[in-house]
Every structure is written in structure tokens, then in C-alpha cells.
């Protein structure tokens, strides 16, 4: 079992022999289009290869080559240049303008913080820095972004390495149109969630993708970006019960704080 989400998906990774396999299991529903964005993508870049599908809901992909971005970073490895990431975003096919839009980080911090209201934030105390939060954010400039194509959740746990090249991009259930500046705050969010955990090689390599965002977007329109995937993230530890979730959870708001304060 690789990943596991009640009533949404699981992937299974399954050795026999053969080239190892992986299996995506969805809601019946959506198994066709979901076959269907990984045989558009695999033309342009190097996304897993629907080999069969069922009408139950199953999905069976070939396996990509390397290691996740994470695993590189939590050994200290060389990793994939910024640059390269933008290439690889740059090939992602203008055909993903034609699927369902997901809505942004941003657009969902109401949703974020009425699940933390209900699960791990209960004191008045922390219920009020919440709502700051979420005022703050609401009230951000947006900017004005074109929608291109995008992964719609670009992070270091679905990028495939070896070294300093990328060989795989998965769980591309997301790709649609959007707006490439939240590629960047999605993959920050990530990066600095990872070295709260004391993964100093994370926080080296967050401080050049944020170099290298900052290049390309205003720090007004990109941090408070950043500051709502944080606090999707949040949710995660009461979710997943991960163990001493409470210090988690407080410490990820703390750090959407930082990154909505500029």
C-alpha cells in the first residue's frame, strides 16, 4: 500500500516477477478520464503509462524510473535545478486547458479553516489567530495570472529523480488549467513544512525555488499563496493521527503565519 484515502483513492505497488506495476484504485466514475490525462501527458512528459483499466475503478500504470524529489532531499542528494522544474512545467501539453478547472489554494482557505475549527484548533485563543489567518488571506491580492496548464499539485513527493534530472511525474489526477504561480507556492508549502521537520537539505533547496519564484512573481501575490497551501497542509496531522499532531498542527499555522506576513 503506497497511499490510502477513504472513499477517494489508494494506489497499490505490486511486484511479481515482472516490471514492478502500480495500481490507482478511484471511484468508478472516474477511472476513464483519469486513463485519459495519463495518456495525454505521457506524450510530453514522462508520466506513469495506463496499461488497463476496469470499470470498477481501476487503473493499472507501468512504473517510472527514480526516486522522489523527498527521498533525495532527506539523503542530501543532488536534486533538479529550479530551471529544470520550469522546463518541466513548460512541457506539460496547452490540451490540459480543456479539463475541469481545480479550485486554488486560496480560493479554498475557507474550507481549510472550518476543518481545523472542527478537529485541532478548539482554543479561543488559537480559534482567533485562525480566523486572522484567514481574514489576512482573504483580503491578499491575487494578481492577474493566465490559466495554463498545470500538475494542479506540484510538490517534492510527485517528483521523480535521478541526481539532478527528472524522471517521473505522478499522481497527475489534478492536471487541468491553473495558474502557474500556485505550482510554485504548492511546492514551497511543501519544502518548508518538510524542514520544520529538521531536513536541512529541504530548507536549503526551498531557498532557491523561492529565488527562483520570486524572479517570476510579485512577493505580495506569491506568499500568501504559499501561506494557504501551509494551512491545507495543517489539516494532515489530525487527518493521518500522526502521532503528537496537536505541536504538528500548531506549528504548520505558525508557519502559514510567517508566510502570510511577507
Do not use: N
Not at 500504470?61 to 522546463?87: M, N, V, Y
Amino acid at each position: 500500500m503506497r497511499s490510502y484515502r477513504p472513499g477517494r483513492r489508494a494506489v497499490l505497488e505490486v511486484e511479481g516477477g515482472g516490471p514492478r506495476l502500480y495500481l490507482k484504485v478511484v471511484r468508478p466514475k472516474a477511472v476513464t478520464a483519469l486513463r485519459t490525462r495519463h495518456e495525454l501527458l505521457a506524450e510530453h512528459v514522462p508520466v506513469p503509462r495506463p496499461l488497463a483499466a476496469t470499470a470498477d475503478g481501476m487503473l493499472v500504470l507501468s512504473e517510472c524510473p527514480g526516486t522522489s524529489l523527498r527521498s533525495q532531499l532527506s539523503r542530501d542528494l543532488p536534486a533538479p535545478s529550479p530551471a529544470d522544474l520550469d522546463a518541466l512545467l513548460d512541457s506539460l501539453p496547452p490540451a490540459l486547458l480543456d479539463l475541469p478547472r481545480r479550485r486554488t489554494h486560496l480560493e479554498r482557505v475557507p474550507h481549510f479553516t472550518a476543518v481545523l475549527a472542527g478537529t485541532a484548533v478548539t482554543g479561543k485563543a488559537e480559534r482567533a489567530q485562525l480566523d486572522a489567518l484567514a481574514a489576512t488571506l482573504a483580503q491578499a491580492d491575487p494578481g492577474t495570472h493566465p490559466d495554463i496548464a498545470v500538475h494542479g499539485d506540484f510538490y517534492d513527493g510527485q517528483l521523480l529523480c535521478r541526481e539532478r534530472q527528472v524522471t517521473g511525474l505522478v499522481d497527475v489526477d489534478t492536471a487541468g488549467p491553473g495558474r502557474r504561480v500556485d505550482e510554485w507556492a504548492t511546492l514551497l508549502a511543501h519544502l518548508s513544512v518538510l524542514a520544520l521537520h529538521g531536513t536541512a537539505a529541504a530548507r536549503r533547496y526551498g531557498a532557491r525555488v523561492l529565488d527562483h519564484a520570486e524572479e517570476r512573481f510579485a512577493r505580495a501575490q506569491l506568499r500568501p499563496r504559499v501561506a494557504a497551501a501551509v494551512l491545507g497542509l495543517a489539516t494532515g496531522p489530525f487527518r493521518v493521527q500522526q502521532p503528537w499532531w496537536e505541536e504538528h498542527t500548531r506549528a504548520r499555522l505558525q508557519l502559514a503565519a510567517e508566510w502570510a506576513g511577507g
